[in-house]
């Protein structure tokens, strides 16, 4: 009975330090560390958010930037179903997709070969919400948008340097452009409301 009772009250006093305490001492700690990461990264505009910088968004206006196609739930960019299609290279659907993804970009980019296109723009990111695209798939879109959007080409390009990341360190990772603060910057330069 004597160590049924310590037992019990080991349980008790793990549960609440280990399982109450620490998470919320984290939690705290994060907060006053870190506030805008432990918030979600919030992109705000005229005091309402409008994203995260860690989630990307569906853009499909030609007035904007395009991000990488989404697996993430039913219509893409579901933070709630994140994951990547699990589909193996040879996979039927995953190769009809590329390929779908490939053709609607070289047309709508009016490339001359579909080589041209940046294999991100044409491919899901592992957790579907990816929020960059790389430098050489901006590139790609800079003409298309400069021109819905009645800018120099230079002006566009001034934008995507302005919006873009080196490696992190200088050697991890990649260089990367953020579609939602480019897509702002964009509205931003119009003059546009946000």
């Not at 960059?132 to 879109?141: G, K, R, V, Y």
């Amino acid at each position: 009975m004597r160590d049924l009772a310590i037992s019990i009250k080991m349980t008790v006093v793990l549960t609440l330090l280990v399982g109450l305490a620490y998470p919320l001492a984290m939690v705290g700690l994060a907060r006053v560390l870190f506030p805008f990461q432990s918030a979600g990264s919030p992109i705000r505009r005229d005091g309402q958010i409008v994203g995260s910088a860690l989630i990307g968004q569906s853009f499909t206006s030609p007035r904007y930037f395009h991000g990488r196609p989404s697996t993430a739930g039913d219509k893409g960019y579901d933070a709630t179903a994140s994951g990547g299609s699990n589909l193996a290279p040879t996979n039927r659907s995953l190769i009809d997709t590329v390929r779908k993804h490939l053709k609607e970009t070289a047309e709508s980019e009016a490339v001359s070969s579909p080589a041209q296109v940046p294999v991100d723009l044409v491919t899901a990111s592992g957790s579907g919400l990816d929020p960059d695209i790389s430098p050489a798939a901006a590139e790609l879109q800079v003409p298309r948008v400069a021109k819905v959007r009645h800018l120099s080409e230079d002006r566009v390009r001034e934008l995507v340097s302005r919006n873009s990341s080196s490696r992190f360190l200088g050697i991890f990772g990649e260089p990367r452009v953020n579609v939602l603060m480019l897509n702002l910057a964009l509205d931003e330069a119009a003059g546009m409301p946000r």
